[in-house]
């Protein structure tokens, strides 16, 4: 593994979509502040929050979910159709996760419509996106109409960050506080807190001496103008990748601060009609059970052969229609041994770089965007999406510093100074250094198993859990888009739903079966965890350091924290184990 580091447009019409949203240039817009709705509300069980005091609220239910992005929502829509009293809460003001916080300039999903949406018929037949790939504003007027079709806001309290959660195994009740002053008790305790939630802020030498405007991607203000401006911008992942399309258009300068390009590939975004949408709607179901059925949640057409086994013309022919499809094909209908053949994934390299480099023309930025030898194999770390990020980086306006070859020495009150002597003033500077991915949202609320050893110094030495879905020492604790699961190479929703009803269906079988808990074998543990790093280690993935194995951390294990055997073959093993309840330690009621 590699050590870590600490610095790692379509046109149209306008037209309005929703209350404080329009459409430019064929892009979503916020005209102002959307309106939250209120953050505090009436709870299944009558409960709410006072304001005014600190006394305690105190709910109880069968089902506490914490979270209200898509896992949150598919779990509070699944576990009310089985039947159960569920609660949630959420540590935002409102419904949405990631989408709730993302509002830096250009945050979009680069999953694609149809197959970014939840699979609920009353939800999906009234709504329509107007973009194959949405943008963060339009997916929350996604999330509020999900809200409106399903009333979820009256099980939901917002603002309540969990601080403690803590297992009764006498009463085989979850007792779960949070900041703000609220108490649950439930039997099953669904975690669905996300996987890049808790931002991540490198110790940067001399940063608190920095007086310019300093912001971190992941809370990015709204109002922030950097028109005419001198903008520095630190990190190349996908939060980089969107940020510098839109403020290479506006600032005055902006310089982008790496350690390694990032290997993008062409959006291919483009405006989707209501008409389009509501012809499509039939064949929903159908698309939705393929990507189910798929390796990552999307239909694909992967050729069997290996890359070196057809002739260059047609290798590069078929190249040439995958990259033309846009969005993650050119990935996805890959050659079969893209990931296990170094050589094979040196012309897949070759291929992309030739490409980058008919749209980045300059010769010193190619040399770090897309240098001749590549700087990591493709496809071990994520590939973002763009739209016109390469001629935005051809800019004049727009400079490149290679951190390798120009590392950081100090913040300065007006910028940023490198090793060599250089010093770089800046108005702004947006780090966009991403998250503590996988485990972050989970080591953070005082989670405790049953020998009172909180979850963060459980897994300091590194993960262990069953099928990504529960925890050895957490009796009915389950949890979604989690580590040692398909989650990082996954469409996200379809991973989702898959953990999602997974779990519903244990519980559901549990209720059946009289069942007091179910908890994961330590010995079970092991053997998942061994499985999946015998998987990624038949792979090129473990040549490459990323947030996708941790490394990114400081202090953090680095280790392979993903199932590579796709979402179909992964779902089947999981729901296998509910035969007998094989890896599970079953305590009666």
Not at 169 to 183: D, P, Q, R, Y
Request: glycine share 8%; charged share 25%.
């Amino acid at each position: 593994m590699a050590t870590s580091d600490p610095l790692s447009s379509l046109e149209g019409d306008m037209l309005d979509v929703a209350p404080g949203v329009k459409v430019v240039n064929g892009d979503i817009k916020a005209t102002d502040h959307i309106e939250r709705l209120p953050n505090v509300a009436n709870g299944a069980n009558g409960s709410m929050q006072n304001e005014h005091t600190n006394e305690t609220v105190k709910h109880q239910c069968d089902v506490l979910v914490v979270g209200a992005g898509f896992s949150g929502i598919t779990a509070i829509h699944r576990f009310r159709k089985l039947g159960l009293k569920v609660k949630c809460f959420e540590a935002g003001g409102d419904f949405g996760g990631v989408w709730y916080w993302n509002r830096y300039p250009g945050a979009r999903v680069d999953s694609e419509a149809p197959f970014y949406q939840l699979n609920i018929p009353e939800v999906y037949r009234d709504f329509t996106f107007t973009q194959r790939f949405p943008g963060h504003v339009e997916l929350r007027r996604y999330m509020a109409h999900i809200d409106n079709v399903l009333e979820l806001r009256k099980d939901v309290t917002f603002d309540a960050q969990v601080i403690s959660a803590v297992f009764d195994e006498a009463k085989g009740l979850w007792t779960v506080k949070t900041a703000t002053g609220h108490e649950a008790t439930c039997k099953y305790l669904m975690l669905a807190s996300g996987l890049l939630h808790r931002k991540y802020t490198p110790d940067l030498p001399g940063l608190d001496r920095y007086k310019g405007k300093l912001v971190h991607s992941a809370s990015y203000p709204e109002d922030l103008d950097c028109t005419g401006k001198k903008v520095g911008l630190v990190g190349a992942g996908a939060t980089a990748v969107q940020i510098t399309q839109e403020l290479g258009k506006e600032a005055k300068e902006l310089t982008v601060f790496l350690r390694r390009p990032s290997y993008c590939l062409p959006m291919g975004q483009r405006k989707m009609t209501e008409e389009e949408q509501t012809q499509w709607k039939s064949f929903y179901p159908s698309l939705f059970s393929s990507g189910r059925d798929s390796r990552v949640g999307f239909p694909a057409d992967p050729k069997p052969q290996g890359a070196l086994d057809v002739s260059a013309e047609e290798r590069n022919a078929w190249f040439e229609n995958t990259w033309k499809r846009g969005g993650f094909h050119y990935q996805l209908s890959a050659y079969s041994d893209t990931l296990i053949n170094k050589e094979s994934n040196r012309v897949v390299y070759d291929f992309w770089a030739s490409k980058v480099r008919e749209r980045l023309t300059d010769p010193k930025k190619q040399a770090i965007m897309a240098p001749k030898e590549p700087p990591y194999f493709f496809g071990t770390k994520r590939n973002p999406l763009e739209n016109d990020y390469y001629e935005v980086l051809n800019q004049s306006n727009v400079q490149l510093v290679d951190l390798k070859a120009s590392p950081l020495k100090t913040f300065e009150e007006t910028g940023m100074r490198m090793e060599d002597g250089v010093l770089h003033d800046f108005d702004v500077v947006v780090l966009a250094t991403g998250f503590d991915s996988f485990t972050g949202s989970l080591t953070t609320m005082g989670l405790k198993n049953t020998a009172g050893v909180d979850l963060k110094d459980l897994w300091k030495d590194g993960v262990h859990t069953f099928l990504g879905l529960t925890i050895s020492g957490f009796p009915n604790m389950f949890m979604s888009y989690t580590p040692q699961a398909p989650t990082a190479l996954s469409n996200g929703t379809t991973i989702i739903e898959a953990q999602v009803e997974t779990i519903v269906d244990m519980v559901a079988k549990m209720e059946r079966e009289n069942v007091k808990s179910i908890e994961a074998k330590k010995d079970a543990e092991a053997q998942w965890k061994k499985a999946l790093t015998d998987m990624a280690n038949m792979t090129l993935l473990p040549y490459t350091s990323s947030w996708w194995d941790g490394s990114n951390i400081p202090g953090k294990k680095a280790e392979g924290m993903t199932y590579i055997g796709g979402i179909n073959n992964y779902e089947k093993e999981c729901r296998a184990t509910m035969d007998g309840w094989k890896g599970f330690e079953v305590v009666a009621a």
